[in-house]
């Protein structure tokens, strides 16, 4: 609903494709990641899952910047970005949430969002406008008028997800944006993000710990194990996957 209603959202967006190709990280000695190739398509969601210390975060702070990678290249389409700033990626579209996340406080909920609207070029209007279908879309109506400082832990990371979908990215990068939630208002939240990226034709590339959750709500998953891919694929593929099944359900747990 909101590229029919919003002018300046209504060019189509290009269809492309986010990649870390043969990434690789190894910190003094430790080798967090190692030949993971991964992809975001415009549109879609990808869930990043996989034990304790398989490199998850990694992967995303090497897609999002935040770390260079020692080994491999990460791709916008043609464009290699490897040596780019999270600032300058985060400046092309490319957004990246914290699991802790800084808000106004003294600014309401729906003032958050909008001064992050306005911040990325939009006119008043077209702020507000924006700022109220991404209330509704996330459920955050009925707290709108309230103060951000007030919002417990799980909102406020709800509001930081609103704040980063405010500045219209190509692609937004999630470290577990359902932290602290149980099942059902992960599953909730998660699809929230599923329509709006398709509707925005942003491509999610998101963490997170819950195999269930990331079963019924994302197009594709990518399965890390020690730093390794161990499985990537549709999630009705991955759901049997025998090293998924043993990392899941086998002797570890
Ligand atoms: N800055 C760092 N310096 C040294 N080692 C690191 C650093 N960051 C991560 N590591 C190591 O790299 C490996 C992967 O860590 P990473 O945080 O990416 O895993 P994760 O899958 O996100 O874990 P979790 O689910 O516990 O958050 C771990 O062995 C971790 O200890």
């Known amino acids: 609903m909101w590229s029919k209603t919003m002018t300046t959202t209504t060019e189509a967006p290009q269809a492309e494709t986010l990649r870390l190709v043969d990434g690789g990280m190894n910190f003094d000695g430790v080798q967090a990641l ?79 969002i909008e001064v992050a609207a306005l911040g990325c070029g939009l006119r008043r209007h077209e702020a507000r406008e924006l700022t109220e279908e991404l209330l509704a879309d996330l459920n955050l109506e009925s707290v709108a008028n309230t103060a951000a400082e007030s919002s417990p832990a799980g909102l406020i990371r709800t509001i930081g997800i609103a704040r980063a979908l405010a500045t219209r990215p190509k692609f937004l990068l999630l470290d577990e944006p359902a932290a602290g939630q149980n099942e059902s208002e992960a599953v909730e939240l998660i699809e929230a993000i599923r329509n709006i990226s398709r509707r925005r034709a942003c491509g999610v590339l998101l963490v997170e710990h819950d195999m269930s959750v990331v079963m019924s709500t994302c197009d594709r998953l990518h399965v890390l194990d020690s730093g390794r891919t161990v499985t990537a694929g549709l999630p009705q593929d991955i759901r049997h996957d025998p090293q998924v099944v043993e990392i899941y359900f086998g002797k570890r747990h």
């Open 34 to 112: 190692e030949d993971v190739s991964i992809s975001v398509n415009s549109g879609e969601v990808v869930g990043l899952i996989g034990p304790n210390g398989s490199g998850k975060t990694t992967t995303l702070n090497l897609v999002s910047g935040m770390l260079q990678p020692t080994t491999g290249r990460v791709m916008l389409g043609d464009k290699e970005l490897t040596r780019m700033s999270m600032r300058k990626r985060a400046r092309i579209g490319i957004v990246r949430t914290f699991q802790s996340v800084r808000v106004f406080g003294r600014l309401t909920v729906a003032e958050n």
